[in-house]
């Protein structure tokens, strides 16, 4: 917050539990709020049926407080599926949004790429996954700075007639929204940066992204083991450089979080391991977010592809 001196952050929760955390030196406690929630979703718990059962859970408060305008954005490194929830329940769509999408940013080799959705909605419809290229797209833009995202559709092979139902449904829908769409793309191209946005539901999202963090940090380890450990890796200092950036490229805690898409407002939710150097970060990203103007393309973004396939169909019926 220090490195942030115009913005003042709320703190949702159980006061007794959070006041001896903020006896901090030089935290800023005049721009720092404790607003009173008594519960919390639990890891295990539904979080549909926890946010019935439970009506003043902090996630819950986050909520309605952001519906209400009492702050811009919400950062969370709570339960993943009550972030969505409670988002879902309380919060307001961007309009013409039909579902959210959780957009993560991942190291490609030549930049960034961003997958969407990973996990706010597993039961996908193709007109899901074309918001979910418009609202990425919009904040590639917005927040990566890419001027024109380049789009793929994530199958299991690149020729047209591949992939399950959704993604043969989607596909069509893709080409003709006047995206820069370059097809499918299979797994492996996600990470050698053939497109700026991947597309797919969120349970193949979600899954690719665990894989993804597993992966890195094995891979980090087991280089680091075959070149005989950490003392004998340090006197290849060039080795040892190389080795820290790829690994501060896949940590999670330099990211900050992942914007879920489509809220009126800001939401980013965070790794549940997140440390303070996560965290602080996140607010840096959700603020950035909030002053981006991204929400206002996405609604401009969705607003002109609905429209365009009402003409179309409507010149298809009339001309059939």
Same mark, same amino acid.
């Given at each position: 917050?220090?490195?942030?001196?115009?913005?003042?952050?709320?703190? *949702?929760?159980?006061?007794?539990?959070?006041?001896?955390?903020?006896?901090?030196?030089?935290?800023?406690?005049?721009?720092?709020?404790?607003?009173?929630?008594?519960?919390?979703?639990?890891?295990?718990?539904?979080?549909?049926?926890?946010?019935?059962?439970?009506?003043?859970? /902090?996630?819950?408060?986050?909520?309605?407080?952001?519906?209400?305008?009492?702050?811009?954005?919400?950062?969370?490194?709570?339960?993943?599926?009550?972030?969505?929830?409670?988002?879902?329940? =309380?919060?307001?769509?961007?309009?013409?949004?039909?579902? &959210?999408?959780?957009?993560?940013?991942?190291?490609?080799?030549?930049?960034?790429?961003?997958?969407?959705?990973?996990?706010?909605?597993?039961?996908?419809?193709?007109?899901?996954?074309?918001? !979910?290229?418009?609202?990425?797209?919009? !904040?590639?833009?917005?927040?990566?700075?890419?001027?024109?995202?380049?789009?793929?559709?994530?199958?299991?092979?690149?020729?047209?007639? $591949?992939?399950?139902?959704?993604?043969?449904?989607?596909?069509?829908?893709?080409?003709?929204?006047?995206?820069? =769409?370059?097809?499918?793309?299979?797994?492996?191209?996600? *990470? &050698?940066?053939?497109?700026?946005?991947?597309?797919?539901?969120? *349970?193949?999202?979600?899954?690719?992204?665990?894989?993804?963090?597993?992966?890195?940090?094995?891979? *980090? &380890?087991?280089?680091?083991?075959?070149?005989?450990?950490?003392?004998?890796?340090?006197?290849?200092?060039?080795?040892?450089?190389?080795?820290?950036?790829? $690994?501060?490229?896949?940590? !999670?805690?330099?990211?900050?979080?992942?914007?879920?898409?489509?809220?009126?407002?800001?939401?980013?939710?965070?790794?549940?391991?997140?440390?303070?150097?996560?965290? /602080?970060?996140?607010?840096?990203?959700?603020?950035?977010?909030?002053?981006?103007?991204?929400?206002?393309?996405?609604?401009?973004?969705?607003?002109?592809?609905?429209?365009?396939?009402?003409?179309?169909?409507? =010149?298809?019926?009339?001309?059939?």
């Amino acid at each position: 917050m220090t490195r942030q001196p115009d913005v003042t952050v709320d703190l *949702f929760g159980i006061e007794d539990q959070i006041r001896p955390l903020l006896d901090v030196p030089d935290l800023p406690a005049d721009r720092i709020t404790i607003r009173p929630a008594s519960q919390r979703i639990e890891m295990g718990e539904s979080p549909v049926e926890a946010l019935r059962r439970k009506p003043d859970t /902090s996630i819950q408060r986050c909520a309605e407080a952001l519906a209400r305008r009492e702050v811009d954005a919400i950062v969370s490194a709570g339960d993943t599926g009550g972030v969505v929830a409670a988002s879902t329940l =309380f919060c307001r769509r961007l309009r013409g949004v039909k579902r &959210h999408g959780i957009a993560v940013a991942l190291p490609t080799m030549t930049g960034r790429a961003v997958l969407c959705d990973v996990g706010a909605n597993i039961h996908s419809k193709p007109i899901h996954l074309l918001q !979910y290229a418009i609202m990425a797209s919009c !904040y590639a833009q917005k927040i990566l700075g890419v001027e024109n995202p380049r789009v793929g559709l994530l199958s299991i092979g690149e020729e047209e007639g $591949k992939g399950n139902d959704l993604v043969k449904g989607s596909r069509g829908l893709f080409s003709r929204a006047g995206l820069n =769409f370059v097809g499918n793309l299979e797994g492996q191209a996600i *990470f &050698h940066g053939l497109a700026d946005i991947i597309v797919c539901d969120g *349970f193949v999202g979600n899954v690719i992204l665990k894989v993804a963090e597993g992966l890195s940090e094995a891979l *980090f &380890h087991l280089i680091l083991a075959k070149s005989g450990g950490a003392e004998s890796a340090a006197e290849n200092r060039g080795a040892m450089v190389g080795l820290k950036a790829v $690994k501060d490229m896949l940590d !999670y805690s330099s990211t900050g979080g992942a914007p879920l898409l489509g809220v009126e407002g800001s939401v980013t939710i965070c790794h549940g391991r997140s440390n303070a150097t996560a965290i /602080s970060n996140a607010i840096r990203v959700a603020t950035d977010f909030t002053r981006s103007g991204v929400n206002d393309l996405i609604v401009e973004g969705v607003a002109r592809v609905g429209m365009a396939a009402r003409v179309a169909e409507f =010149f298809h019926r009339d001309h059939a």
